[in-house]
Each structure stands twice: as structure tokens, then as C-alpha cells.
């Protein structure tokens, strides 16, 4: 089982929809969850931490399951800006917090 | 302020040579990492440094050495390139404080060894 697994997708979408996107995790341990977004041919970039609490921001909502060990991100009022790769991101404890695991991303297609 | 700075953006190797990817960045974070991404995969970390001097291995660090001099810089080294080792190329740092994990990552370098 891999540690992070992402739906590969394409999820294609019109302007205005809402969609999300789920992630599991296998590390129980894990304490630091994150969704960062990577544009084509670029470097990530930090989208947003993911609380226990769960947090919005704007028109992104994340909201983590530690039960089940799943994280979730929900866009709403889709943009064709946020046509990207959207990763997953998990610490990896016990070895260390700053030790990140990647997953391979959810791609996301936002057509007019 | 430029945050995190690689060169060169690209690279055509021939296998068995040796280059050095350069990574810089100007925020004096501690901790500076290196990772390789393979199409369609997620990001595999090759070397991380916590602190000038102070280096280690990461999930993929065969084939490739790094050095951590000063805390701006934080070269990766490939020697005897070989055709496995052709991937994007992305340095990044962090700041490691108790409540903030974010990376910052540099623009990627694009290698390809033939």
C-alpha cells in the first residue's frame, strides 16, 4: 500500500462547479497534512494546511478524517485558474515532522 | 527577496558524466531538501540537510552526494549519470519552527541522461 494515494483523476469540471478531491494515508503516526498545487512544468506550492478542526479558505475547505486517515479538499465555485495538480502531503512520523511524503497528485481540468 | 533559486533549468547529460545541480535560497531557513519527480509520480526526496554541515539520506539518495557548506546553499551532485537518473529536479527549504512545516521550492531543474 502505498503511503499516500490520490485519485490520478483528470477531473473534469465546468466554470462554477464544485468538486473535491480525497486522499488516505497509511501512517497513523502522522500529525502534519497539507494540500499543496503544482501548475504544470512548475514547482509546488503550499495551497493549505490541513487542521483537525478542519479550515477554509476562500473558496478551498480542507477537513481531515484521522479515523479513517483520510484528508479532503473541496473547491468551490471552480475557477478556470485552478486548472492544476493538486498533491497530497503527509508528514512522516515517527522519523521526523520536517520528513514530508508526496503523493503523486490529483489533476484537475477546469473547462469554460 | 528570491526565495528558493536552482540552476540550470536544463540539462542534457551523457551517461557517465558528472554535474552539479546548483540550489540557493535567501530566507535562512535550516533546512533545505532535494527531491527528484518522475512523470506522473509524487516527489521522492533524494537528500536533506537540517543545518550547514549537516547532512542525510533520503528515500532515493543512490547515485547522487550533496554538501551543506553554508546555510544558503545546498548543492546536489551526480556522478556517472545514468539514464535512470532522468527526472525533474527540485531543491526547497523550510523554516521547521514547532508550527510551520511549509516548503518553498525552487523552479525545478530538468535533467535527461541519454
Known amino acids: 500500500r502505498k503511503e499516500v494515494e490520490q485519485d490520478p483523476g483528470p477531473f473534469n469540471v465546468p466554470e462554477g462547479a464544485t468538486v473535491a478531491f480525497n486522499c488516505t494515508y497509511s501512517?497513523?503516526?502522522?500529525?502534519?497534512f497539507f494540500w499543496y498545487r503544482q501548475d504544470c512544468r512548475k514547482e509546488p506550492k503550499l495551497l493549505m494546511s490541513?487542521?483537525?478542526s478542519g479550515n477554509e479558505d476562500g473558496r478551498f475547505t480542507a477537513q481531515l478524517n484521522r479515523a479513517s486517515q483520510y484528508i479532503s479538499l473541496l473547491i468551490r465555485d471552480s475557477k478556470l485558474s485552478d486548472s492544476a495538480t493538486y498533491l497530497c502531503?503527509?508528514?512522516?512520523?515517527?522519523?521526523?515532522?520536517?520528513?514530508?511524503?508526496f503523493g503523486s497528485g490529483t489533476r484537475l481540468l477546469v473547462r469554460p | 527577496n528570491a526565495g528558493v533559486t536552482q540552476t540550470p533549468k536544463f540539462r542534457i547529460l551523457k551517461i557517465g558524466q558528472s554535474m552539479t545541480l546548483q540550489c540557493t535560497q535567501d530566507m535562512n531557513h535550516n533546512y533545505m531538501y532535494w527531491y527528484r519527480q518522475d512523470p506522473g509520480m509524487g516527489l521522492k526526496l533524494i537528500y536533506y540537510?537540517?543545518?550547514?554541515?549537516?547532512?542525510d539520506k533520503g528515500e532515493v539518495p543512490n547515485g547522487y552526494n550533496v554538501s551543506r557548506s553554508t546555510t544558503e546553499d545546498f548543492p546536489l551532485r551526480l556522478e556517472l549519470a545514468a539514464p535512470s537518473q532522468t527526472s525533474v529536479y527540485f531543491c526547497?527549504?523550510?523554516?521547521?519552527?514547532?508550527?510551520?512545516?511549509?516548503?518553498?521550492f525552487g523552479p525545478g531543474t530538468r535533467l535527461t541522461v541519454t
Open positions: 501512517n497513523s503516526a502522522s500529525q502534519s
Open positions: 490541513v487542521y483537525s
Open positions: 502531503v503527509v508528514n512522516r512520523l515517527p522519523d521526523s515532522s520536517y520528513k514530508l511524503i
Open positions: 526547497a527549504s523550510s523554516l521547521n519552527d514547532r508550527t510551520d512545516y511549509e516548503q518553498y
Open positions: 540537510s537540517v543545518g550547514a554541515g549537516i547532512t
